[in-house]
């Protein structure tokens, strides 16, 4: 893998942009909101977070593909790309609940091959590069290189799903699967740290609504955690491609009861 950085220096900036969040968060004004043309909102804390990422991606003369900027459908004749996501978690923001994140993911070929999840909150760094392992930094502990769970039965697993999208679909699921423990969350990024670290075993989302910034960078470092990410069909996800949106959902685990959460989705 031939990329002319050290994963030091985007780790520095991703935390840049992660703590310049955390500033907004906890000032007493409340944070300007915007509207997409979903109706979706941005706050200031995606456009200035972005704003860092993209400054510190520049040297390397990278097409970026991001939330909170158009597409530049340039990209696609390129190997190596750029997927950030700004602020991921803008709701759960928005609702003064800590479970937001920064991503840079690095793609070659259509596959990750870097990837980088700043929680400000908590002051916890995942990342992770190809056949190099992933790894936890948080605030002054020592490095924790990471393993997913053991865990081999659905019924014995500790279930992630969506705190602000939960569908009648995946209510439908919980109820069939029958693990043992089902904790809402916001970031997709932290949900997939948390199974990275062993602290869940598994995720869903049935939404066709999620894309590809939104779990590049949680991809490769939970494929280096041991763990597994598909899509709902067993799919694997293939990166820089025209369509931004994952229309068939997101599996993680930590591969080892992966098979058994597909099977509850023919």
Excluded at 58 to 73: A, F, M, Q, V
Excluded at 86 to 112: A, H, I, N, Q, Y
């Amino acid at each position: 893998m031939d990329f002319p950085f050290k994963i030091e220096e985007i780790i520095a900036f991703v935390k840049e942009a992660g703590d310049k969040i955390l500033e907004i968060y906890k000032s007493k004004g409340e944070p300007k909101i915007y509207r997409k043309k979903d109706n979706s909102p941005v706050t200031e804390a995606d456009l200035l977070s972005q704003e860092i990422l993209l400054k510190g991606l520049k040297k390397y003369g990278w097409r970026i593909l991001s939330e909170e900027t158009k597409d530049d459908l340039s990209r696609l004749g390129e190997d190596k790309i750029g997927i950030i996501d700004p602020l991921d978690g803008t709701r759960e923001f928005l609702d003064r609940k800590e479970e937001f994140s920064v991503m840079v993911g690095l793609v070659l070929k259509g596959e990750p091959v870097l990837g980088v999840i700043y929680n400000p909150c908590e002051e916890k760094i995942y990342f992770a590069q190809k056949d190099k392992g992933a790894y936890l930094k948080k605030k002054r502990e020592t490095l924790v290189k990471l393993e997913v769970s053991s865990i081999s039965s659905l019924s014995e697993a500790h279930l992630l799903v969506t705190r602000s999208h939960f569908s009648e679909l995946e209510r439908e699921f919980v109820q069939n699967c029958k693990v043992k423990k089902v904790t809402p969350m916001g970031s997709i990024g932290i949900k997939l740290g948390q199974i990275a670290e062993g602290k869940a075993d598994c995720y869903i989302t049935t939404s066709n609504k999620t894309s590809q910034w939104d779990i590049c960078a949680p991809e490769i470092i939970l494929r280096e955690a041991g763990g597994k990410v598909t899509d709902l069909k067993g799919k694997n996800f293939v990166y820089n491609r025209k369509e931004v949106k994952n229309p068939d959902g997101i599996v993680a685990s930590n591969g080892k009861i992966h098979s058994q959460l597909l099977l509850y989705f023919p």
